[in-house]
């Protein structure tokens, strides 16, 4: 018998925890964190504790209490008895926080199964960020941390890295990832054979991207398996078949783009690879360079260094990188702490905000909101900015956009929107499901489980923590 639970990703988009058990054997389907429901409770200055370890995680339901799946160190650390991790491994669809994050919190003896690239990202993630309890994916330091241990290595997490078409054997279980499109690379589905039949977890995925043939190519496989069971994402199930893609948002930034000669500015999220390749070939097409921070280098040389993802090199002609100001504000070598700023400050195409001042036809500048201070030393006027991101669609994001707005509007930056989707549509997601033709269908990542209902398939709605047969 194989027994499914859902502790997140129900009701709501990502925080995916999907138990799954087959003859004794236990894997996870993700372990994401819940961007919602951690905003019910906390924001900006009201953060989880550190100091109360997992605490403040559990108590809040921000984790499911569970047996045998948390580190020995933050259950000790909670006054609570270690335990031996009851589950055999997690399988990581792709590198998304509400799909990776709360994998800081397993046990280190749970290895985590992932692709090659999706492990790439993980590791350019973990470069520039800070250490906190929320983002120790591939490693963590035992907590309590006292000051003695600081420069104690972190324990490291077993991780095991595929491609797609291999297949991997736990137990009773036999894992199948097929590579599928979405807006970051090294995205999977998973064909799960079990004791049962197959079961089929789609992670996230669209049909309108660059390589929607991926995500066609898991549709085949996964039909001809006829499976006993669906876990879907359903994002976007309450939007109807759109006529954006990729090529929609090189054209229309490309168009504002190319008559400006002023200073142009883009936003868009660097774990998209296609995106980056985006704005990339309009760099080139219109002779401009391209000018992104060191965080965003962390990422490109990952992508540079993986054969699948054809990425130009961090020091390409086309690239700039620019330097943040710090400390003492006279860029000194002195002022970079960051090992992942500091081992790139000899780079020959490092740049700073005054310099691009002083040439700003030459630029496009990658630019999110939370750095729009460097603005100040840059002194656009009259440029673009295209916004590739999606719309703001809560109220936190709402007060964000209009000060981005106010900003914008100060330095008399065009606003453009030029964006396209990760996730699938309402009407693509009911071609896939059709094609598929599972038994019945887990509506999971989703606000909308109601709208599966229109398919001609047997609909499960999902609550959180409760076990459902097969
Ligand atoms: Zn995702």
Not at 59 to 77: A, I, K, N, S
């Amino acid at each position: 018998m194989v027994q499914l639970t859902c502790y997140g990703g129900v009701n709501e988009i990502g925080g995916n925890k999907i138990l799954l058990e087959d003859q004794g054997t236990k894997i996870f389907l993700d372990f994401g964190m819940s961007f919602s429901r951690r905003a019910l409770f906390f924001e900006e200055y009201l953060m989880p504790r550190t100091a109360n370890g997992i605490g403040d995680f559990l108590t809040m339901g921000l984790l499911p209490e569970l047996q045998g799946v948390y580190r020995p160190d933050l259950l000790e650390h909670a006054g609570k008895k270690p335990e031996d991790p009851e589950i055999q491994a997690v399988f990581l669809s792709h590198a998304h926080a509400d799909h990776a994050n709360y994998i800081s919190f397993l046990h280190q003896d749970i290895p985590i199964y992932c692709g090659e690239t999706c492990h790439a990202i993980l590791e350019a993630v973990d470069e520039q960020s800070q250490r906190t309890l929320e983002n120790e994916v591939l490693s963590f330091k035992k907590r309590p941390l006292f000051r003695v241990d600081y420069r104690n290595p972190p324990v490291k997490r077993t991780f095991h890295t595929f491609r797609t078409g291999e297949k991997i054997k736990i137990d009773s279980l036999e894992i199948e990832p097929v590579h599928v499109d979405h807006s970051v690379p090294g995205a999977y589905s998973f064909l799960i054979h079990t004791s049962e039949g197959t079961i089929v977890y789609t992670g996230d995925l669209r049909l309108h991207g660059t390589h929607s043939y991926m995500t066609e190519e898991m549709m085949q496989k996964a039909a001809e398996c006829q499976p006993l069971a669906g876990l879907s994402e359903g994002t976007r199930v309450d939007t109807e078949h759109t006529s954006e893609s990729e090529d929609q948002v090189f054209l229309k930034a490309k168009d504002k783009l190319q008559n400006n000669t002023k200073m142009n500015f883009v936003d868009f999220n660097f774990k998209d690879v296609d995106r980056f390749t985006t704005f990339y070939r309009i760099a080139e097409e219109l002779d401009k360079t391209l000018v992104i921070s060191f965080k965003h280098a962390c990422f490109l040389e990952k992508y540079h260094q993986d054969p699948k993802i054809q990425a130009p090199a961090s020091t390409d002609d086309r690239i700039m990188l620019l330097k943040p100001k710090r400390l003492t504000g006279t860029y000194s070598d002195e002022d970079y702490t960051d090992y992942y700023i500091k081992k790139r400050l000899d780079y020959p195409n490092v740049i700073t905000a005054e310099e691009c001042a002083k040439k700003p036809s030459e630029y496009m500048i990658v630019l999110n909101f939370w750095y729009f201070n460097q603005l100040i030393d840059m002194k656009p006027s009259g440029g673009t900015y295209i916004h590739s991101l999606s719309e703001p669609f809560n109220e936190e994001m709402e007060l964000s956009y209009e000060r981005m707005q106010h900003w914008l509007e100060f330095f008399d930056l065009h606003f453009v929107q030029s964006h396209c989707s990760g996730h699938i549509s309402g009407s693509d997601l009911t071609t896939l499901l059709t094609m598929i033709q599972p038994k019945q269908i887990f509506p999971i990542h989703t606000e909308h489980p109601e709208l599966f209902q229109r398919l001609p398939i047997k609909i499960t709605t999902v609550t959180e923590g409760k076990t459902y047969k097969l």
